[in-house]
């Protein structure tokens, strides 16, 4: 005789509340989509083992040659402490190189080795593929629309 599969608890038991308010949470769709997002980032940059702050690193040093260690955190909005070990990682990588800061003597400005800007090349190729991804599945104006609705959310 077969055993009765035991019922999972409910949303409600789970203490979700009503399913009808997590359908609306914008951190719950945030998160899921981060989540996509992150998988299919990790997929295509596997072999170059990058992840989304390193390219986020590249792509800001690339725009701003010679940028401080401090003016790639407030790009990126992180911390100066959580800057340390991924730019440590470029450097050791040879993908990024420290020099003195021409207007401050004091101060260390960053740039991109040749090697960086080959492997940044590369990268921008297959995250365009990946953007493409969605906007062939949101359409070009729902992407738009996405992109301007999250940087007015985040404050920007």
Same mark, same amino acid.
């Given at each position: !005789?077969?055993?009765?599969?035991?019922?999972?608890?409910?949303?409600?038991?789970?203490?979700?509340?009503?399913?009808?308010?997590?359908?609306?949470?914008?951190?719950?769709?945030?998160?899921?989509?981060?989540?996509?997002?992150?998988?299919?980032?990790?997929?295509?940059?596997?072999?170059?083992?990058?992840?989304?702050?390193? +390219?986020? !690193?590249?792509?800001?040093?690339?725009?701003?040659?010679?940028?401080?260690?401090?003016?790639?955190?407030? /790009?990126?909005? !992180?911390?100066?402490?959580?800057?340390?070990?991924?730019?440590?990682?470029?450097?050791?990588?040879?993908?990024?190189? /420290?020099?003195?800061?021409?207007?401050?003597?004091?101060?260390?400005?960053?740039?991109?080795?040749?090697?960086?800007?080959?492997?940044?090349?590369?990268?921008?190729?297959?995250?365009?593929?990946?953007?493409?991804? +969605?906007?062939?599945?949101?359409?070009?104006?729902? +992407?738009?629309?996405?992109?301007?609705?999250?940087?007015?959310?985040?404050?920007?």
């Amino acid at each position: !005789m077969a055993r009765a599969l035991k019922r999972r608890p409910g949303p409600e038991a789970e203490g979700l509340g009503d399913a009808g308010e997590l359908e609306g949470a914008v951190g719950f769709w945030l998160r899921l989509a981060q989540q996509q997002d992150l998988k299919a980032f990790n997929r295509l940059f596997a072999d170059a083992g990058i992840t989304q702050p390193l +390219y986020a !690193m590249l792509l800001a040093i690339a725009a701003r040659p010679g940028l401080r260690q401090a003016d790639i955190g407030e /790009r990126l909005r !992180m911390r100066q402490p959580n800057l340390v070990e991924p730019i440590d990682t470029l450097i050791d990588r040879g993908l990024i190189v /420290r020099r003195p800061d021409p207007n401050d003597g004091r101060a260390q400005a960053i740039d991109l080795t040749p090697a960086g800007v080959a492997l940044l090349e590369r990268l921008r190729v297959a995250h365009g593929q990946l953007i493409a991804s +969605y906007r062939e599945r949101l359409g070009a104006d729902g +992407y738009a629309r996405l992109v301007d609705l999250l940087r007015t959310f985040v404050g920007r």
